[in-house]
């Protein structure tokens, strides 16, 4: 069913689309730390948060908006993005920090068990 919405309407759920999409750019930051910030992790990690996040943008300009594409969307998303990095993804990244630490202190506690040794030779 196709819905007209007003452009008060579209901007808080472009703003919201931003946020979502900031998200998005977070879990793939995040990838790339744990794969230790190589380069070429980098550089994989930033193409496909980018073709995610034009995906979304995509998907929610041919939901929302009928396919019309519009400057101040393009623009809200992008504060809905800043908004998220400024925000949330601080708090994220303090969850990412403690999920990385752990992921890596239970990892050093199995190579360094008799399991380990076994797997290392």
């Known amino acids: 069913m196709l819905k007209y919405y007003k452009q008060w309407q579209l901007a808080l ?14 879990i793939f930051t995040f990838i790339r730390i744990i794969t230790g910030n190589k380069k070429f992790m ?12 034009a995906i979304i943008y995509v998907i929610a300009i041919n939901i929302f908006n009928w396919g019309v594409h519009r400057f101040f ?3 809200l998303m992008f504060v809905g993005i800043l908004l ?3 925000t949330l993804g601080k708090l994220f ?10 992921v ?3 990892i050093r506690v199995v190579s360094n068990s008799k399991l380990g040794r076994i797997l290392r030779r």
């Open 104 to 106: 890596v202190s239970r």
């Open 42 to 53: 980098q550089i994989i990690t930033d193409a496909l948060s980018t073709i995610c996040i």
């Open 84 to 86: 998220e990095r400024k």
């Open 93 to 102: 990244a303090k969850l990412y920090n403690l999920l990385y630490n752990l």
């Open 13 to 26: 759920i472009f703003i919201a689309v931003g946020i979502a999409c900031g998200i998005v750019f977070g």
């Open 73 to 75: 969307l393009i623009l």
